[in-house]
């Protein structure tokens, strides 16, 4: 393991983990008079893969997150952020501030094994990100910032016009593709150094580890030029399948599980209310796993070890964070930094109610579909229903910590903001605190413009709500909309019409009372104003791509 105890000249820095709200002025023109600064901030934009809204301890959780917990005690945490419901429409929409459909990615992208698997031929479905949009990175080097990215991509593979570099970052290391193994990452989902193919390197090798040691390496070559501030997107695989983590983490929660998920859920709801995560009136969804009292104690046993390893790895994505405030703290950066931290979606339910692949890899090297199944993903969401691929809450709720000590004023330090955000905001945010200019043109091709709002007012404790339009979701024919409190979902059924539901979020945030019936004005107006938007963002009907997937398959 590299050690890193070099005093850093970084000049103002700026983490971001994930969220963001709105701002009708010029915010990074209010901080630098205020903080007497001449040099734009440093960004450092940080996502989690795959986690619960309350895994972590300052949302509830269980798994030990002192890092984490300790900025949101020292910070700002949102009940209420967003974001795309799956991995890759999810990074889209974060890196270009667009709805994914607009940016090209309005299903998955292409993988290593297939380059045409989600290219439709269809503008929203291109399975890339395509020239009608910019990444934050392209944005930020017309500011003169060193663009830098460590982790996992995601956003196109086949290609290398696609990959990071091409899209605006000066430097990278990561994974292209979707997910891969933790412990040996090689071949087609192996890693990437800048537009090459390595192997990993070292005995020990972890992915996390890894992420962060090149992240900290592109970060301190980057302070050997003062005048040139950086953005880093730090994008961790952890805790995404497979399940894999060193033994002396899984350690630390081995046998903590075996009072099964119903308590725990329960545990975590209680917790919730106590801590303020959750408001007194948000009720707690019906349990949506397998009886636990009907496993046998070898199974007992299993869903135990699964849910070790998984808690393991959100551990160590923490320690890893902790390094990367060690680093802001040597340099004497932290006072000037604003962290941001969010995940790419809600839980994962994919594997089936117990999980998917092998017991026998369990706490080994091997396996790569490894997960913990429905019945745990049901109490990471605590207290929502869903998962990742839905649009109900439990499938696009995150949480949201910000850390800013020079723009968080003391009397909203350790507290929560009720002002909702999703992922478009991030670019507007990061465009207001740079000073950077999003531009109508980028190399030849018209820029469709920014759907979000700035969250810097909330941010500097302006509790105002920062969207006054609605914001919308798709993904596989789930569907949302958020208007104010009120919030119109529905879940796909291949072949059927859209059964709206309708929910007061204010009321009922956990979605269990369905005013649909009650106020069927309320429901035709909000629908007409999704397929409105649908029409404009490039969203197609889910049979369609199903019908074009299936002809595929049939060639």
């Keep these: 393991m590299m050690r890193y105890t070099t005093k850093l000249s970084i000049g103002f820095?700026?983490?971001?983990?994930?969220?963001?709200?709105?701002?009708?002025?010029?915010?990074?023109?209010?901080?630098?008079?205020?903080?007497?600064?001449?040099?734009?901030?440093?960004?450092?934009?940080?996502?989690?893969d795959d986690m619960g809204y309350s895994d972590i301890g300052c949302y509830g959780g269980e798994v030990s997150t002192p890092n984490l917990d300790r900025l949101a005690s020292n910070g700002l945490r949102f009940r209420q952020f967003y974001n795309?419901?799956?991995?890759?429409p999810t990074r889209a929409s974060l890196l270009t501030g667009l709805y994914p459909h607009q940016a090209g990615i309005g299903h998955m992208t292409n993988d290593p094994e297939d380059s045409t698997a989600f290219q439709m031929n269809l503008p929203g479905y291109q399975g890339a990100l395509n020239n009608k949009c910019v990444t934050i990175a392209e944005v930020l080097k017309t500011a003169g910032y060193q663009t830098l990215m460590s982790g996992k991509w995601h956003l196109g593979y086949n290609g290398l016009q696609r990959w990071p570099l091409q899209r605006g970052f000066d430097k990278y290391y990561g994974i292209l593709a979707g997910a891969t193994n933790y412990f040996e990452p090689t071949g087609s989902r192996g890693l990437t150094f800048m537009n090459e193919h390595v192997e990993p390197k070292g005995e020990n090798f972890y992915l996390t580890d890894a992420i962060t040691d090149n992240a900290i390496d592109f970060m301190q070559?980057?302070?050997?030029n003062a005048n040139a501030p950086f953005f880093m997107y730090l994008a961790y695989t952890s805790p995404h399948w497979p399940l894999q983590a060193f033994k002396k983490d899984i350690d630390r929660y081995r046998g903590k599980y075996k009072t099964g998920w119903k308590k725990l859920r329960e545990e975590r709801f209680n917790r919730m209310r106590k801590m303020g995560v959750i408001?007194?009136?948000v009720k707690l969804t019906e349990e949506d796993g397998v009886?636990?009292?009907?496993?046998?104690?070898?199974?007992?046993?299993?869903m135990d070890y699964r849910m070790a390893i998984y808690a393991a790895q959100i551990d160590r994505m923490d320690q890893n964070i902790g390094r990367i405030i060690a680093m802001l703290e040597q340099s004497g950066q932290m006072d000037n930094t604003l962290i941001l931290f969010l995940a790419d979606n809600g839980a994962c339910a994919e594997g089936g109610q117990l999980g998917g692949g092998l017991k026998?890899?369990?706490?080994s090297k091997r396996g790569y579909l490894l997960s913990y199944g429905q019945s745990w993903a049901n109490v990471s969401n605590t207290p929502f229903k869903k998962y990742k691929h839905w649009v109900n809450e439990g499938g696009i709720s995150t949480p949201l910590i910000v850390h800013y000590p020079k723009g968080i004023s003391n009397a909203t330090k350790g507290k929560f903001t009720d002002q909702y955000g999703f992922l478009p905001d991030i670019m507007a945010t990061i465009v207001d605190v740079s000073g950077a200019k999003y531009p109508t043109?980028?190399?030849?091709?018209?820029?469709?413009?920014?759907?979000?709002?700035?969250?810097?007012?909330?941010?500097r404790g302006k509790e105002k709500s920062v969207h006054q339009q609605p914001i919308f979701w798709e993904h596989e024919g789930n569907a949302a909309m958020r208007d104010g409190n009120f919030k119109l979902v529905c879940e796909y059924e291949a072949g059927k019409p859209k059964k709206w539901e309708l929910y007061d979020l204010l009321k009922d945030r956990s979605e269990t009372h369905d005013l649909a019936n009650a106020l069927p004005n309320q429901v035709a107006t909000m629908s007409a104003a999704y397929e409105k938007w649908a029409s404009r963002a490039g969203v197609e009907p889910f049979d369609k791509i199903r019908e074009i997937m299936a002809a595929r398959r049939k060639k």
């Design 360 to 363: 026998e890899n369990l706490g």
């Design 84 to 88: 795309g419901a799956r991995c890759c």
């Design 441 to 459: 043109q980028f190399k030849g091709n018209s820029i469709l413009p920014m759907e979000g709002k700035s969250l810097m007012p909330v941010i």
């Design 221 to 224: 070559q980057s302070s050997k």
């Design 279 to 281: 408001l007194p009136s």
């Design 291 to 302: 009886d636990w009292e009907k496993l046998t104690p070898e199974k007992k046993d299993e």
């Design 13 to 48: 820095a700026i983490i971001v983990t994930t969220v963001i709200t709105g701002a009708s002025f010029t915010t990074y023109d209010v901080v630098k008079k205020s903080l007497k600064i001449d040099k734009a901030p440093n960004i450092l934009l940080i996502l989690a």
